[in-house]
T-cell receptor, first 115, second 116 residues
Framework: DAGVIQSPRHEVTEMGQEVTLRCKPI?????LFWYRQTMMRGLELLIY????????DSGMPEDRFSAKMPNASFSTLKIQPSEPRDSAVYFC?????????????FGPGTRLTVL | AQTVTQSQPEMSVQEAETVTLSCTYD???????LFWYKQPPSRQMILVIR??????QNATENRFSVNFQKAAKSFSLKISDSQLGDAAMYFC?????????????FGKGTKLSVKP
């Protein structure tokens, strides 16, 4: 079991550039979550999908952020245009079901730095 | 809305000793799940232990155990025989049982240091 895979692990970009973060959930998991972690705000849920359908995107900070899940094995989080305040660690997590008792499996995260 | 509070930003324990990390939460639901996650310097979030609210018995996973007090809305984590590898950030998390809420609500975390 490869676990949740995220790429890239580190991303450094300049303000105004487009950033795309990628996630491959664990095979068979039908819920996928995107989180952002900063020192100031801790861990925040941005959006989550169930069976590839966005269920709750109320955590998406603004229109610059968008997320897609075109199929069960792939999701993207895009920031366009990026700003320095977007610098954070972005986690993707998956679980077998919305009602799973086993918690969520997290990927290693993508550390984003926007200069 | 549910909230999770970890009142100890930092804790320290001597190797081989026992330490307890505190967590309280607020909810009007009767059925829910509680979790403790560990985040080492590698940044990966690792599930340590979980508790279903309808179960009275406290969950145990090897050296990790919880003290779940439903009436008090308290969910503390006890680490026995602490090891150097236990040093990490620990996050308490809450999740509703059903409905459309599948996401976790996290506390701010407790940074645990283990002294040799």
């Amino acid at each position: 079991d490869a676990g949740v895979i995220q790429s890239p692990r580190h991303e450094v970009t300049e303000m105004g550039q487009e950033v795309t973060l990628r996630c491959k959930p664990i095979s068979g998991h039908n819920s996928l979550f995107w989180y952002r972690q900063t020192m100031m705000r801790g861990l925040e849920l941005l959006i989550y999908f169930n069976n590839n359908v966005p269920i709750d995107d109320s955590g998406m900070p603004e229109d610059r952020f968008s997320a897609k899940m075109p199929n069960a094995s792939f999701s993207t989080l895009k920031i366009q245009p990026s700003e320095p305040r977007d610098s954070a660690v972005y986690f993707c997590a998956s679980s077998p079901s919305r009602r799973a008792t086993i918690g969520q499996f997290f990927g290693p995260g993508t550390r984003l730095t926007v200069l | 809305a549910q909230t999770v509070t970890q009142s100890q930003p930092e804790m320290s324990v001597q190797e081989a000793e026992t330490v307890t990390l505190s967590c309280t939460y607020d909810t009007s639901e009767s059925d829910y799940y509680l979790f403790w996650y560990k985040q080492p310097p590698s940044r990966q979030m690792i599930l340590v232990i979980r508790q279903e609210a309808y179960k009275q018995q406290n969950a145990t996973e090897n050296r990790f155990s919880v003290n779940f007090q439903k009436a008090a809305k308290s969910f503390s984590l006890k680490i026995s025989d602490s090891q150097l590898g236990d040093a990490a950030m620990y996050f308490c998390a809450y999740r509703n049982y059903g409905g459309s809420q599948g996401n976790l609500i996290f506390g701010k975390g407790t940074k645990l240091s283990v002294k040799p």
